[in-house]
């Protein structure tokens, strides 16, 4: 399986709810990334975590990295129906993105 | 401050024919990444280039696929005698001169459709 890979794949939420992504990457990281990415469009970037944090705020993004597990969560907090994108992970030194969670918000 | 551009922003092939596509990085940023998404995908890393260097085409295929950066302009990705396959959109991506561990900009992408 390939470097950076998001869980779950798809998640469908009300608007005002929180939503959680995950993400696995499989070799050492000097930082992780997130970006999102709407429709037929470029992706964005997010919020970038070194690897000697372990917790990022930026508005209503939170972003958690644990280094032991590999892994780091997204969290987007009263979701909004503009939210709806593909949200990926990437561990750019080795510049691998995962295939992405597609999150649809509900108004 | 203009972001990373990409022309064409769609581009459509009849198989066998060649594609070329540009990317223009940041001001100030030297390095460029290309990467392609399949339909449903995510981004698949291509190749890394500075400044007339290939710095890692560990993504590119062996066949086909070429890249470039000159000195001046922007960089070229080009694909010969295109396939059905090759249908995706291609993303650049630049970042400044401190290395590849820092953020990405990515531009809008081209969309190449093969006939």
């Known amino acids: 399986s390939q470097q950076g890979e998001e869980d779950p794949q798809a998640l469908s939420i009300q608007e005002g709810e929180n939503a959680t992504m995950n993400c696995s990457y499989k070799t050492s990281i000097n930082n992780l990334q997130w970006y999102r990415q709407n429709s037929g469009r470029g992706l964005v970037h997010l919020i970038l975590i070194r690897s000697n944090e372990r917790e990022k705020h930026s508005g209503r993004l939170r972003v958690t990295l644990d280094t032991s597990k590999k892994s780091s969560s997204l969290l987007i907090t009263a979701s909004r129906a503009a939210d709806t994108a593909s949200y990926f992970c990437a561990t750019i030194n080795d510049m691998r993105f995962g295939a992405g969670t597609r999150l649809t918000v509900k108004p | 401050n203009a972001g990373v551009m990409q022309n064409p922003r769609h581009l459509v092939r009849r198989r066998g024919q060649e594609a070329r596509l540009r990317c223009s990085p940041m001001?100030?940023?030297?390095?460029v990444y290309w990467y392609r998404q399949l339909p449903e995908e995510g981004l698949k890393f291509m190749v890394y280039l500075q400044k007339e260097n290939i710095i890692d085409e560990s993504g590119m295929p062996k066949e086909r696929f070429s890249a470039e950066f000159p000195k001046e302009g922007p960089s070229i990705l080009r694909i010969q005698q295109v396939v059905r396959g090759d249908s995706a959109a291609y993303f650049c991506?630049?970042?400044?001169?401190?290395?590849?561990?820092?953020?990405?900009?990515f531009g809008p992408g081209t969309r190449l459709t093969v006939l």
């Open positions: 991506a630049s970042s400044p001169p401190a290395g590849k561990a820092d953020e990405q900009f």
């Open positions: 001001k100030g940023h030297s390095h």
